[in-house]
Nanobody, 113 residues
Framework: VQLQASGGGSVQPGGSLRLSCVAS????????MGWYRQAPGNEREWVAT???????NYADSVKGRFTISRNVAKNTVYLQMNSLKSEDTAVYYC????????WGKGTQVTVSS
């Protein structure tokens, strides 16, 4: 099982980015998938999750700005990030929970003027 995240980059404050995470090797159709992030010097923190039924949950720090979604047929989960702030700068990781956590390699998001 592999999770491959992409879509990171550099953006100015107030800008937007869309992250994608494709799962290969197995389906996460009915499983919870999510996004986490880790800023330099900080522990990895949870950002958002989406269940197999499509229910979503967000960290307070991103609520109203980020949207998690998934395309079951493409085995892909997305994170639309709007109104980005400098404190959103981090490496973003996608994860899938199938009883054990599967992690993808991170993608860097830098928000700076």
């Amino acid at each position: 099982v592999q999770l491959q995240a992409s879509g990171g980059g550099s953006v100015q404050p107030g800008g937007s980015l869309r992250l994608s995470c494709v799962a290969s090797g197995s389906s996460f159709r009915g499983n919870v998938m999510g996004w986490y992030r880790q800023a330099p010097g900080n522990e990895r923190e949870w950002v958002a999750t989406i269940t197999g039924a499509g229910a979503t949950n967000y960290a307070d720090s991103v609520k109203g700005r980020f949207t998690i979604s998934r395309n079951v047929a493409k085995n892909t989960v997305y994170l639309q990030m709007n109104s980005l702030k400098s404190e959103d700068t981090a490496v973003y990781y996608c994860a899938g929970n199938r009883g054990i956590m599967y992690w993808g390699k991170g993608t860097q998001v830098t928000v700076s003027s």
